[in-house]
């Protein structure tokens, strides 16, 4: 029993292991970095990632769920205090800040539908809630009704392609566009 009790704690310390360097290179480089990379630089085998996480995208899912439903809650709690457009104008600007600190994050956030998809499998619908923001914030007229959902994604990634301190010029440029009454 001992012996099984000491392969388990191992394959958990792999587990975290590569969890923690996987997160780490994703932020820093981006989702391209191959899974025999991370295992090398996790100290590991690829069969051990690939025991733990079957594909790169299972991998991606289990580093970003908790990050996915982190910010969700603070999407519930914003908009729960906050009128409709500063609601949602907070929840962008949280996405930019952490989209421009993290490499992954940034990619995942274009105008595709991945984003989506790992936080529907997370349990946690951020996209969901930045369009219920993006949908009261209009009807408020705090921001253009001529903007659609898939135009805040695209300025969103725009903005966290930056990668420059501080973001603060970029993210008042945008916003004050985004602002209703000023639409053509």
Do not use: W
């Not at 733990?52 to 969700?72: Q, Y």
């Amino acid at each position: 029993m001992t012996d099984e009790r000491a392969l388990r704690a191992d394959a958990r310390r792999n587990r975290a292991r590569v969890l923690e360097v996987a997160a780490e290179v994703f932020a820093t480089e981006g989702l391209s970095v191959p899974v025999h990379e991370i295992a090398r630089r996790a100290g590991v085998g690829t069969g051990t990632v690939s025991r733990h996480f079957p594909t790169k995208e299972d991998l991606l899912t289990a580093i970003m769920s908790s990050r996915l439903v982190k910010l969700t809650e603070e999407a519930d709690e914003i908009a729960r205090r906050e009128a409709p457009g500063t609601a949602f104008f907070a929840l962008f600007t949280a996405l930019v800040r952490e989209g421009a600190s993290d490499c992954g994050l940034a990619e995942l956030a274009g105008t595709d539908r991945r984003l989506d998809a790992l936080g529907e499998r997370a349990g946690a619908d951020l996209c969901g809630r930045l369009q219920s923001l993006l949908a009261a914030a209009q009807q408020a007229g705090d921001v253009r009704a001529d903007v659609g959902y898939l135009d805040v994604r695209a300025l969103m990634s725009a903005c966290m392609s930056r990668r420059e301190d501080p973001l603060e010029p970029i993210l008042g440029v945008v916003i004050d566009g985004l602002r209703g009454g000023t639409s053509g």
